[in-house]
């Protein structure tokens, strides 16, 4: 069974830094890319960035560019978000996801939620 | 920034019948590569989305086959053959044909 689970969410400051971690299991995430989206509670959703399978190829929304950036440990099975900056309307519950062969964010995580707030 | 615009927003159904929700997109979603990466997905309440519909019509796995999409280049359809009362949740449409992949507002299925 395919199972992703994100961590690393919580409250932080305006200015400040957070790293979100999530963790695969259930399939050969050396084989796939992964995606970072995210969901302000009660809105839509947002891609933020995502990942080739090897780790060689990243793509940022400009609304986190420069200040996040996305990583992967394939010995560990673990997708990486690292968020410097934070902005207030960075808050929202963070999602990570696979994206196949031919299809995108077919899989995703229970999320963790991030509050920028002084 | 493709733009994706769903309609309608929300739609009350009744349990047993069909119901149709529409995606356009500002721009074409076919890829150099031939394909339209068109998908559509399903987040019911208190849950995280899930893929239903990719490439336009393709159901992906578990998906139940009362689920079909449908279209071409700027308009897409998602269509529930028969509505259950485990289809009430919001519907998006997404596109990963081009950087940055978008979504749709989102619309809010609800029984009638």
């Known amino acids: 069974e395919v199972q992703l689970l994100e961590s690393g969410g919580g409250l932080e400051q305006p200015g400040g830094s957070l790293r979100l971690s999530c963790a695969a299991s259930g399939f050969t995430f050396s084989n796939y890319a992964m995606s970072w989206l995210r969901q302000v509670p009660g809105k839509g959703l947002e891609w933020i960035s995502v990942i080739s399978d090897s780790g060689g190829y990243i793509k940022y929304a400009d609304s986190v560019k420069g200040r996040f950036t996305i990583s992967r440990d394939n010995s560990k099975n673990t997708l990486y978000l690292q968020m410097n900056s934070l902005r207030v309307d960075d808050t929202a519950v963070y999602y990570c996801a696979i994206d196949g062969s031919g299809w995108y964010a077919g899989y995703w995580g229970q999320g963790t939620l991030v509050t920028v707030s002084s | 920034d493709i733009v994706m615009t769903q309609t309608p927003l929300s739609s009350p159904v009744t349990l047993g019948q069909p119901a149709s929700i529409s995606c356009r997109s500002s721009q074409s979603l076919v890829h150099s590569d031939g394909n339209t990466y068109l998908g559509w997905l399903q987040q019911r309440p208190g849950q995280p989305p899930r893929l239903l519909i990719y490439k336009i019509s393709n159901r992906f796995s578990g998906v139940p086959d009362r689920f079909g999409g449908s279209g071409a280049g700027t308009d897409f359809t998602l269509k529930i053959s028969r509505v259950e009362a485990e289809d009430v949740g919001v519907y998006y449409c997404?596109?990963?044909?081009?950087?940055?992949?978008?979504f749709g507002q989102g619309t809010k299925l609800e029984i009638k």
């Open positions: 997404m596109q990963a044909t081009q950087f940055p992949y978008t």
